[in-house]
């Protein structure tokens, strides 16, 4: 079954398309998949605007945008498709996260299926988190499930993108995924304060000078001391974090440098007991942040292919549709508190 992922991450890079068939194992142990094409569609100013003010939307301009949006990501699976040269069996659209507050009981994921199947005429499953919020779940992450049946020989799989998050599985019923931290949604703040999208390699982070009590604070914020499941809202997120790091008055370089020390302390406090570590996410390219970790997790860190590297999370949503289309579960209550283990995912057929 051939399935076309599709994710919007919060960092607005760029809407994420990859195509994955799917294979059942002869011997009925598991999956194998092929990454059959992939691409990055980026964000034009006005759709950056837009997606990044959706949270002060009125009920009627988030409407209308849930519209526009899932007309923009049929657009684009349309035209990918006829790139390639390729057909699919189903689209699998995380959509945009506009809110994430799991402890009040919501999520919303813009990028209407019904309009995807439109501008397609491929069948669409959206909306992956809702049902598990109404048994009492986070929601997220929901990447752990995929890193368990994909990457089976790794011990623990680390995504670093706009926040990382990280898989610890060893059963369906057995293992631990959260999100540990911010990432390139902070990273990418500070660094266009010095006129730049994202920074490249870390370049700027070097530059800086990491300050002990900005590292200080930031580690005594209460997420740290939560136990899972637990994941990070971006609007909360930035609520926390911006108005705690200005107030100590820093450079960009020395807040960037800052930050990449407490990632790499906050993530390694998590590997802790690990040996075969997979890296994926844009921020597997920040050169600077990976010496970083590696001075402080000096054991093996693996970094994959570059197609990989950037489009895990959206092969990942290909295998969560292509489960929910078969039936079988893709959010696991282990991960993300809920009360039973779900098939979850709204499947509007062409």
């Known amino acids: 079954m051939k399935v076309l992922g599709v994710m919007s991450g919060t ?8 195509l994955v068939e ?3 194992r002869a011997d009925e142990s598991g999956l194998d998949f092929n990454i059959l094409a992939t691409e990055t569609i980026e964000y034009s100013d006005t759709w950056i605007q837009a997606l990044r003010n959706s949270v002060f939307a009125s009920g009627k301009e988030l409407t209308q945008l849930d519209v526009n949006y899932g007309r923009f990501i049929g657009d684009q699976c349309r035209l990918f498709l006829r790139k390639h040269d390729e057909s699919c069996d189903l689209i699998a659209s995380h959509g945009h996260t506009v809110f994430h507050e799991p402890e009040k009981g919501y999520t919303l994921q813009i990028g209407s299926g019904t309009y995807i199947v439109e501008e397609t005429g491929i ?3 959206y909306d992956f988190r809702s049902a598990d919020l109404a048994q009492g779940g986070h929601g997220a992450p929901l990447v752990p499930l995929g890193d368990l049946l994909l990457f089976p020989e790794y011990d623990c799989c680390v995504n670093l993108g ?5 898989s610890l599985m060893k059963s369906k019923s057995e293992g631990i995924g959260f999100d540990v931290c911010p990432f390139n949604i902070l990273l990418n703040h500070y660094s266009q304060k010095l006129g730049f999208v994202y ?5 700027n982070a070097r530059k800086g000078h990491s300050s002990t009590q900005l590292l200080e604070a930031l580690n005594l914020l209460p997420y740290y001391r939560a136990l899972p499941p637990k994941s990070l809202d971006k609007e909360n997120l930035l609520k926390t974090y911006l108005p705690l790091i200005d107030q100590f008055n820093l450079s960009a370089e020395d807040v960037l440098s800052s930050l990449c020390d407490h990632f790499g302390h906050q993530i390694n406090t998590v590997l802790e007991g690990s040996r075969n570590v997979l890296l994926t996410g844009g921020g597997a390219f920040n050169t600077f942040f990976i010496e970083v ?3 402080r997790f000096p054991r ?3 970094r ?13 949503f290909a295998l969560l549709g292509y489960l929910r289309f078969q039936g079988e579960d893709n959010i696991l209550k282990v991960i993300t508190g809920g009360r039973k283990n779900l098939s979850s995912g709204i499947l509007i057929e062409a």
């Open 162 to 166: 706009g926040i990382a998050n990280i």
């Open 304 to 316: 994959p292919s570059k197609q990989l590297i950037e489009f895990k999370e959206a092969v990942i």
């Open 293 to 295: 970790l590696e001075s």
């Open 123 to 125: 069948s669409t499953i």
């Open 300 to 302: 093996t860190l693996h």
């Open 199 to 203: 920074d490249k390699g870390g370049e």
């Open 11 to 18: 960092s607005l890079d760029g809407l994420d398309l990859a």
């Open 22 to 24: 799917f294979l059942e």
